[in-house]
């Protein structure tokens, strides 16, 4: 099946007479006919659900769904994008461990792995992920156990040589977990390019429509976990019965493991009902993802030619140094959102979204609904000035989420926005 028709088919299958949309199954439990059956569930010798924080009908659906839209052998649906990144890390990282991540990501993930990962013992580098592999080398430690960047960098919009990072931390015999939020499966696939592990917050573009925070963690399966750094994958696991995760479900460890013991013990499951939200906007992520570039790339066409804006980000502009990667990994389009710096900084940038009239001014992106963001004074808050100039931001950045209005009306809205500044 090509992408679209997964989007619509995959991980749901009704037989004869079931009903023809995925349901909500809005039940914590399951009834099993004999304790026998009971106790082979939690020996794990069988199939099936136990509890809805570890795993529930309409978000397996879902989590199939995904994981054939990434091409990995399973997936486990998380309560928001931060739980999948620090779920993704705590399934193979302990105190004492370190790991390398790209310095263009999210402000909250940033947060989360130089701070929060921090006080749990657990050490991050940030690398300057357009180094040379030579470079990049330099940042491993024997006790390294993990790369992570994202596909397109939040809000940066920097785009990642994933093949070199891939390669890099296969050298180093430890897995490249890749953040593909704003990319999502329809415009790059990184499993296909050597990524072990994909996490999405799918509050973005899956859901598409601003209606509930959720995240994904993708197992490609093919990382070999048996080289001598993850014992917690290949040694018993006695809050688990003594058992085995790479004997007892082979390639599919990880995110086995991921489920039956991290979400056990967190418990930030899905509800049903947002997984059946989740699963609507996935039916028409390809059409909506085509609409949001074709857009996006008119509007950074547009804000380039204005001499009230400094530079803008955003990877089929000519001239663009992430353009030959974008041809690489995204040629079928680099998302919906563009950020963009206006001449005159923060005050500027002030002026330019007060007088948008169709754009919003809100905590979010990548919505049908064309939304604006200045980074420097929310999302990227928290950060340190020499943070913010490591994640590609200026006082004057402004990201733009280009919607799937009429092209006409967002430009108008732009003029708008630019004629308010002197
Ligand atoms: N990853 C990226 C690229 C994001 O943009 C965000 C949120 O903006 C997250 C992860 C965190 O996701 P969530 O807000 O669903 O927790």
Redesign the pocket.
Known sequence: MKIETKCLHAGYEPANGETRVLPIYQSTTYKYDSTDHVGKLFDLSVDGHMYSRISNPTVDAVEKKIAALEGGVGALCTT??????LISMLNILSAGDHFISAST??G??VNLFAVTLKRLGIECTFVDASASEDELQKAFRPNTKAVFG?TI??PAIAVLDIEKLARVAHKNDVPFII?N??ATPVLCRPIEFGADIV??????YMDGHAIQ???VIVDSGKFNWNNGKFPCLCERDESYHGIVYTEHFGAAAYIAKARVQLMRDFGAYPSAQDAFLLNLGLETLPLRIERHCKNADTVAHFLAQSDKIEFVNYPTLVGNGYKELAEKYLPNGASGVISFSVKGGRDNAVKFMDALQLASIVV???DIRTCVLHPASS?HRQLTDEQLVGAGITPGLIRLSVGLENIDDILSDIKLGLDAIE
């Open positions: 928001s994008g931060q739980a999948a990144s990501i999210y909250g993930t994202e960098a939040n953040d939020t704003f996490i999405h917050s799918t509050t973005k925070v959720g995240g979010h992106v990548a999302t």
